[in-house]
């Protein structure tokens, strides 16, 4: 017995089990619902979306890690994250060729430029959206009419070739409109029922149309806790809050408290976007005034802003103020000060 | 005047591994063939030797005298003769000098005694009389417990706590004290509060020891001046300051100590052996410790002689062949021993030792950047910014570390560790910040 040579080993001898690979891992499962739904909702086109958008930054990851010389990360499933996320922010119909390049971008300018896990700066899928918007803001606003052989064909936009004019589709005749609920209630005071709002039945990215299933893959995500409530439920609430001081203030549109959660990717944003750990405040109180900033934000962009959605906007710049806030708002030690003369 | 909560905000769960342990009654430990007897409990403080090469000595006789304020008499644990003095391994790997005492076959448990000191005596003969018995803090720091006392000559303490919070896993010790022992204890808070010139005294205990707190409370009859608090199962509810926010509802400043919030902490099984030293006037020969952790076969809680090899321990409660690690105290703050000549002294409160499953689950994690998550912020008990803080020392930065984040407030429980997804060697790397500074 006691042949062994014992370990020296530094304390604490145990740990919880909790690992960056199991929460990445969850956040990816928790956007599977929404993922499903949207793959019935828009058909083959979500899919192909989704599916070349995490193929991309997966092999965008693993390349830029190659030629760093350095042992490929995709094992920690973070780019799953990011793929999944990206792909759920663009409309359905987009040319894959840009999917391939705004994942490109997302994964080496949003994330490896930066350092790879742990040190972007933004949130990775949003700097690749932002790019795509800046660079093709009209496909990014182009918004396919939801067609019974969705499931048998693709729209013709997908397989565009690169940097031609994508073929128009036919008009939309049956199914509903293409334009979003933001679009409508921005453009032509139309409001959409909140039932469809909520599951579903409208125009939009291919993850932002089901509200409900994205707020359902939230709630296990703060169960598990995995994710900080905080930064939902403060960007949820001053929504709420403030379109009921914004309906007075802007002048012929109403603002509903409950469409204003759920159009749009505000809950897709708030759940899941404002939430990357990395780009977000590490205190609690920081937390709460990163979600407040975020969520005045969304409504001062919906309300005057020059489109009709601002959630990405308002995130990224939420991720660009969250270091001052993390300097800000620093954890207050126990106990009162040291005294500087001791007795 | 209190506040009594209870609890404290942060910390950490992590499983208790307590149930092997809990309900085995303590058993006296035999003797090794060699016991090590170190001559200081704190590794400046060495005590002047009173016996010489050869010398026949009795359990329980005084062998060694303090010398200088902050060291203590250490007595002999077995009766034998004193095979020779010179310098045996530390837990520190330094090497220290310590008395080799060889216990004679018959040697007999009895302990033999001297002139008792009833709690009538004056304050400052309890105290002398305290640190003539040897005691120090048994829970882990092995503090000369005199030295508190004395402090608190100087300045007022109104109120002293009994830990018995036993918050480390694994650990039963104090809980088998407080159950088995409880009459001691409460004798030993009588001294104490004599010592300390204190009106009140506070046993805190966590609430998944009822059987204990009942034990102490039965023992403590309808004496006003002592009472039992209970406390919520949380790591690290036994923590000096912790405890003391958490029933007192004082903070201790940072950098400061229990006194300047007119308190003074002891554990329950230093509480427990002054009452049982001091009413016989005998000395500290032996402690309570918990033998546990999967590969220990023999698990439980044992009376064991001072300076009883680890090797000994060991080889008498068996173990499997493939033990990896061998650490004095809980798995959260114990020290992993590099050689298993080390003797048990009076601040370890348990030697726990771990198999290879058990390391493979730690090795196996794959290290990750900081993902910014926060969950080390949410669990430090001092408010601190772990992930911050591990930056700068990643960049050697620890002077600011301790200028401008409160590095020196760690205490080094863990739990930024403990819940890190990205297994980041933080507590780790704030040793080596805070040790780096001191010199």
């Known amino acids: 017995m006691l042949r062994r040579t014992l370990q020296l080993r530094p304390s604490p001898h145990l740990h919880s089990g909790a690992s960056v690979e199991a929460i990445m891992m969850n956040v990816a499962f928790a956007l599977l619902p929404a993922c499903v739904f949207a793959v019935y909702h828009f058909g083959l086109a979500a899919l192909t979306v989704l599916a070349v958008s995490v193929v991309t930054c997966a092999v965008t990851e693993h390349l830029i890690c190659r030629m760093q010389n350095r042992p490929t990360t995709i094992g920690d499933w973070s780019v799953v994250v990011t793929g999944l996320l990206f792909g759920m922010t663009l409309p359905p119909s987009l040319p894959l060729w840009m999917v391939v390049l705004g994942g490109g971008i997302a994964v080496a300018v949003g994330k490896m430029l930066f350092g790879g896990l742990g040190a972007n700066p933004f949130n990775p899928a949003l700097v690749g959206r932002a790019f795509l918007q800046a660079a093709f803001p009209m496909a990014m606003t182009s918004w396919p009419s939801t067609s019974p052989d969705r499931f048998t064909s693709l729209p013709a936009s997908t397989l565009a070739w690169p940097l031609m004019r994508p073929e128009q589709g036919p008009p939309a005749t049956d199914g509903m409109s293409g334009a979003t609920p933001l679009g409508l209630w921005k453009s032509e005071g139309i409001d959409t029922p909140l039932a469809d709002l909520y599951f579903g039945s409208v125009s939009g990215c291919v993850g932002e149309t089901g509200a409900g299933l994205l707020l359902l893959g939230g709630l296990y995500l703060i169960a598990r806790r995995m994710m900080n409530w905080r930064i939902p439920l403060a960007i949820l609430a001053t929504v709420a809050m403030g379109s009921l001081i914004f309906t007075p203030l802007v002048e012929g549109r109403r603002f509903d408290p409950l469409a204003m959660l759920g159009s749009g990717g505000l809950m897709l944003g708030a759940m899941f976007m404002a939430t990357d750990m990395v780009a977000s405040p590490m205190t609690s109180l920081g937390c709460v005034l990163y979600g407040i900033l975020i969520g005045a934000l969304v409504l001062v962009i919906r309300a005057w802003g020059g489109m009709p959605e601002g959630v990405m906007y308002a995130i990224l710049l939420g991720n660009a103020v969250s270091p001052l806030i993390d300097r800000w708002v620093q954890p207050r030690p126990f106990g009162p000060p040291a005294r500087s003369v001791s007795p | ?225 002592i009472r039992v608090q209970t406390l919520e199962v949380k790591y690290p509810q036994g923590a000096e300051k912790i405890l003391i926010a958490a029933v007192l509802g004082r903070h201790v400043p940072s950098r400061g100590l229990p006194i300047d919030v007119g308190t003074l902490c002891f554990n329950v099984a230093s509480a427990a052996e002054i009452g049982r030293c001091l009413a016989t006037g005998s000395g500290l020969v032996d402690r309570v410790i918990t033998v546990g952790g999967p590969p220990v076969r023999k698990k439980g809680n044992y009376r064991v002689p001072l300076g009883t090899p680890l090797r000994f321990l060991l080889e008498t409660v068996g173990t499997d062949d493939d033990v990896e690690v061998v650490f004095l105290g809980g798995p959260m703050m114990g020290q992993s021993v590099s050689s298993l000549d080390i003797p048990i002294g009076k601040g370890t409160t348990g030697v726990i030792a771990l198999g290879p499953s058990e390391t493979a689950g730690i090795d196996r994690q794959r290290r990750h950047p900081c993902i910014r998550c926060g969950d080390c912020l949410n669990a430090c008990p001092m408010f601190l910014n772990p992930s911050h803080l591990a930056r700068l020392a990643e960049g050697g930065q620890y002077q600011a570390m301790a200028e401008r984040h409160h590095l020196m407030d760690c205490f080094e429980c863990g739990c930024c560790s403990y819940v890190c997804p990205s297994h980041l060697p933080l507590v780790q790397q704030f040793r080596i910040a805070k040790a780096a500074l001191r010199r």
Do not use: W
Not at chain 2, 4 to 13: A, L, M, N, Q, V
Not at chain 2, 112 to 135: F, H, K, L, P, Y
Not at chain 2, 149 to 175: F, K, S, W
Not at chain 2, 198 to 209: F, N, R, W
């Open chain 2, 1 to 225: 005047m209190f506040s009594p909560k209870g609890s404290f905000r942060h910390g950490i769960h992590p499983p208790t591994g307590k149930d092997d342990t809990r309900d085995q009654p303590i058993r006296q430990f035999p003797f090794a063939p060699v016991l090590i007897v170190p001559l200081a409990t704190m590794a400046d403080h060495p005590a002047r030797p009173l016996v010489v090469e050869g010398q026949r000595v009795q359990r329980g006789q005084s062998i060694a005298e303090p010398d200088g304020s902050m060291s203590v008499a250490m007595h002999a644990p077995a009766t034998g003769v004193v095979r020779r003095i010179a310098l045996a391994p530390t837990i520190e790997g330094k090497m220290l000098p310590a008395i080799f005492l060889e216990p004679f076959p018959a040697s007999s448990q009895v302990i033999t005694g001297g002139a008792s000191c009833d709690t009538s005596a004056s304050r400052d003969e309890v105290i002398e009389a305290i640190r003539n018995a040897g005691a120090v803090g048994l829970g882990g720091a092995a503090f000369p417990t005199h030295v508190k006392l004395a402090a608190a000559r100087q300045r007022p303490v109104d109120v002293i706590m009994i830990n018995g919070a036993e918050c480390e896993p694994y650990l039963t010790t104090d809980h088998r004290v407080m159950l088995e022992h409880a009459a001691d204890v409460v004798l030993g808070i009588r001294y104490l509060l004599k010592a300390s010139g204190a009106e009140q005294a506070v046993v805190a205990i966590e609430s998944d020891k009822t059987d204990a707190a009942h034990a102490i409370r039965s023992a403590i009859g309808d004496e006003a001046s």
